[in-house]
């Protein structure tokens, strides 16, 4: 049996009484392979209202949304160090859109290892974003995220 931290998720040995990772303290034993992230730092969003806020604020709310759900996905991967949501957003701008088609598939890898999942789901953002239909990927992303959360 693993033991895993109820704050970030990262893997602590058995007798950690502090996560290594996030240096939380550990205050009741999480001795079950089925990880349950308690959503600290992360932000549910409601889809169909994120959606509707970026289409009318022209996208506007689109750019704090991508930020935020970049910033959870770093979070949940417990890769804190990673290219931040602001640093997504100024480098999608500033590339007319090209480097948004890395983060769509970089950020569906690291959502796949989160949830342990197998299949291609960063090939499928990364299609629907070359599509036009990046605001799908972002919503499927955010879907997971809300799914991990709880």
């Not at 990772?21 to 999480?30: D, I, L, T, V």
């Not at 796949?112 to 299949?119: L, R």
Request: aromatic content about 10%; glycine content about 12%; proline content about 1%.
């Amino acid at each position: 049996m693993s033991k895993y931290c109820m704050f970030c998720g990262s893997q602590l040995n058995d007798n950690a009484r502090f996560c290594p990772s996030c240096g939380k303290a550990q205050s009741e034993p999480q001795n079950n392979s089925s990880f349950q992230y308690s959503g600290n730092g992360c932000n549910r969003r409601e889809i169909a209202i994120s959606i509707i806020l970026s289409l009318v604020t022209c996208g506007i709310y689109g750019l704090i949304w991508l930020a935020g759900l970049n910033d959870d996905i770093n979070s949940l991967s417990g890769e804190n160090g990673a290219t931040s949501g602001g640093m997504v957003v100024l480098l999608s701008i500033v590339t007319c859109g090209i480097y948004l088609l890395y983060w769509y598939y970089t950020a569906g890898k690291r959502l796949k290892t989160v949830t342990g999942e197998t299949g291609s789901d960063e090939i499928l953002y990364l299609v629907l974003g070359l599509f036009g239909l990046g605001i799908v990927s972002i919503a499927l992303m955010q879907d997971k995220v809300n799914k991990i959360v709880g």
